[in-house]
């Protein structure tokens, strides 16, 4: 299965603390991206980081992509109450642009 | 940037009964479009994926389809359903750029 898996499962932290959580995927890839979902939501898109890239920054988050290893890692800086959400990579394959997978996703919750 | 559309937001139906849900988008043309459905505190699973009008592929082998008549919506039904088919159902659609637009989603409870 192309899916990637997040690590952790769930994770706790306090207001103005690092939240960082992993990815593992197992092809090779085109892209992988960062989403979050807040309860009963869709999703919404965070980053983009491409299988020649190996970080990538947008405001508050860092993505970092190690194709060696099949992983990346979402790090979200001084966090606040509002992060608190599931946040999900999501592939895309060599062969096939079109599919987009999912790991299983990151429970942060995120304490005021 | 674009903007999806589905409805209902919830929707509870007994076994056996059919299903439609659909799915708009604006904002953007000739979109790829993806069903994806997620079991609760789970990630998502691909169900079905469009390219163009009429053309969808099927991930799953299941109790489910999809159709596209028109560029910008995607249907997704089922003639009878079963108790596994319980979930939420998302759409989404695929920009230039390769990032995808989610609508709200349908929760769907099938008693």
């Known amino acids: 299965s192309q899916q990637g898996e997040e690590d952790p499962q769930a994770l706790s932290i306090q207001e103005g603390e690092n939240a960082t959580m992993n990815c593992s995927y197992k092809?090779?890839?085109?892209?992988l991206q960062w989403y979050r979902q807040n309860s009963g939501r869709g999703l919404v898109h965070l980053i983009l980081?491409?299988?020649?890239?190996r970080e990538k920054h947008s405001g508050r988050l860092r993505v970092t992509l190690d194709t060696s290893k099949k992983s990346s890692s979402l790090l979200i800086t001084a966090s606040r109450a509002a992060d608190t959400a599931s946040y999900f990579c999501?592939?895309?394959?060599?062969?096939?642009?079109?599919?987009?997978?999912f790991g299983s996703g990151t429970k942060l919750n995120v304490k005021p | 940037s674009q903007t999806i559309h589905q409805w209902p937001a919830t929707l509870v139906q007994p076994v056996g009964s059919p299903l439609s849900l659909e799915c708009t988008v604006e904002?953007?043309?000739?979109?790829?479009l993806y069903w994806y459905r997620q079991a609760a505190g789970r990630g998502l699973q691909l169900l079905f994926y469009?390219?163009?009008?009429?053309?969808i592929s099927s991930e799953v082998p299941q109790n489910l389809s999809a159709s596209r008549p028109q560029d910008r919506q995607f249907i997704l039904s089922s003639k009878k359903l079963l108790l596994s088919d319980s979930g939420f159902y998302l759409c989404?659609?695929?920009?230039?750029?390769?990032?995808?637009?989610f609508g709200s989603g349908t929760q769907l409870s099938v008693l």
């Open positions: 989404a659609s695929r920009d230039n750029n390769e990032k995808l637009f």
């Open positions: 092809t090779s890839i085109n892209n």
């Open positions: 980081i491409r299988s020649n890239e």
């Open positions: 999501a592939t895309t394959s060599g062969s096939n642009f079109n599919k987009f997978y």
């Open positions: 904002g953007t043309s000739n979109p790829n």
């Open positions: 469009s390219v163009g009008i009429g053309q």
